[in-house]
DNA sequence: AAACGCCTCAACCGCATCCCT
DNA sequence: TAGGGATGCGGTTGAGGCGTT
């Protein structure tokens, strides 16, 4: 399956910045037929451009829909939400921002959302945050001893304490940095409902681990209620870990209740070290 | 006023994925 | 099922604006 030769490598097609004249064909020749057929397009309007450059003019600038002008406080907070949780999936958190392009969004990231939990000392690009690396592990401790408990293997660990960053860093957002709370603020999702999610989530073993929706001040990590029932030697973590390269994951047993598995840990005394 | 550096963002590029035949 | 065109997506580029020296 190669790659097709796109229409843009033909020579004498214009490139560069749109002028008002091919905005309008192009505006002109949308309204009036509808968009599709992005190759066939330019001819038909009348362009000397690319379906490729006609269909990013369009999405990105042309659209009626496209919301103008800076970003919200609450936009940007979405965004920082959405990324922590889908990375750099623009077109998916453009999905959540009626009116905003995955480019717009894109740009916005790179110019300055980025900058904030770094600046902050968190990068979100790398597993770890920066400075409060120590802090955050000494917080994690009681995870660690869950590995006896669990018969975890280390590698699959290290994946959980990375999730448990990831909603230590949304958590942080909120509580540090005071932005408002939007409909995205993320709870501490059940790790077992996000397989399907590109990073961190799609790889993880089987601890879940999600904030107390009425309790705030603490994060709640227990194992799977249906890896409770696992017994014969096999622990959850190498049946997971063993499923994860497939689709097809096996059946689980019964549910039963969580019970002595359930740890709480306060994560407050973390975020007013961080206040400055 | 000119030179320089930084920032922004529209646009491009190449690969991935979808979808039709 | 494979091939190939169409479209989507994310990373990158570069022109232009703006502030500083």
């Excluded at 999702?189 to 799609?202: E, G, I």
Aim: charge should be neutral; glycine fraction near 6%.
């Amino acid at each position: 399956m190669g790659r097709s030769p796109s229409s843009c490598d033909e020579i004498a097609l214009k490139r560069g910045p749109w002028t008002l004249e091919e905005d309008e064909k192009l505006v002109s020749f949308i309204t009036k037929y509808g968009y599709g057929r992005w190759r066939a397009l330019p001819q038909l309007a009348g362009l000397n451009r690319c379906g490729k450059s006609c269909r990013l003019r369009w999405t990105n600038y042309l659209r009626p829909d496209i919301k103008r002008g800076k970003f919200s406080q609450e936009e940007q907070q979405t965004i920082l939400n959405l990324h922590s949780i889908h990375g750099n999936k623009w077109s998916v958190i453009a999905s959540h921002l009626p009116g905003r392009t995955d480019n717009e969004i894109k740009n916005l990231w790179n110019t300055h959302l980025r900058k904030k939990p770094i600046q902050m000392g968190f990068d979100p690009m790398t597993p770890m945050p920066t400075i409060y690396k120590n802090t955050l592990y000494s917080h994690l401790h009681p995870l660690l001893n869950l590995q006896n408990l669990l018969h975890f293997d280390l590698p699959l660990l290290e994946h959980q304490l990375e999730a448990l960053q990831m909603a230590t860093l949304q958590e942080y957002l909120h509580h540090v940095l005071q932005l408002p709370i939007s409909p995205f603020t993320p709870t501490f999702r059940p790790l077992q409902h996000n397989r399907n999610m590109s990073f961190p989530f799609a790889h993880l073993p089987d601890l879940e681990v999600y904030g107390v929706s009425d309790d705030p001040t603490s994060t709640v990590v227990h194992r799977r209620p249906d890896m409770a029932a696992v017994s014969g030697g096999q622990s959850g973590a190498s049946m997971w870990a063993s499923s994860s390269s497939s689709n097809a994951l096996p059946p689980l047993p019964p549910v039963e209740a969580p019970s002595a598995d359930v740890l709480i840990f306060d994560d407050y005394s973390f975020f007013s070290e961080m206040d400055p």
